[in-house]
């Protein structure tokens, strides 16, 4: 069965980096678009990120420059780089397998001021 499993949220200050990483299994992570999403308390989910099987990724306008995600077709692994964290990245993040549309459980990051 498809099992996504987050990892690398924490509490961190503004201005500070985190490296989410999710792990990805049953299913053809190398052929697949995979992405990245937030939920902060009382708002709807949003995408902040999503990259092709190729490699080929966009962002959300409000992470552009500071947000990076990546993958490893290797080690059925995605990723995101986040630098120059605000409080307003606080959020639950969630990996997301866009073809079947199915999401992690999450992990938490929240930025203090």
């Known amino acids: 069965q498809v099992r996504l499993v987050e990892s690398g949220g924490g509490l961190v200050q503004v201005g500070g980096s985190l490296r989410l990483s999710c792990a990805a299994s049953?299913?053809?992570?190398?052929?697949?678009?995979m992405a990245w999403y937030r939920q902060a308390p009382g708002k709807e989910r949003e995408l902040v990120a999503r990259?092709?099987?190729?490699?080929?990724?966009d962002y959300v306008d409000t992470v552009v420059g500071r947000f990076t995600i990546s993958r490893d077709n290797a080690k059925n692994t995605l990723y995101l780089q986040m630098n120059s964290l605000k409080p307003e990245d606080t959020a639950m993040y969630y990996c997301?397998?866009?073809?079947?549309?199915?999401w992690g459980q999450g992990t938490q990051v929240t930025v203090s001021s």
């Open positions: 049953g299913f053809a992570f190398s052929f697949t678009t």
């Open positions: 997301a397998n866009l073809v079947v549309g199915f």
């Open positions: 990259i092709t099987n190729r490699g080929t990724p």
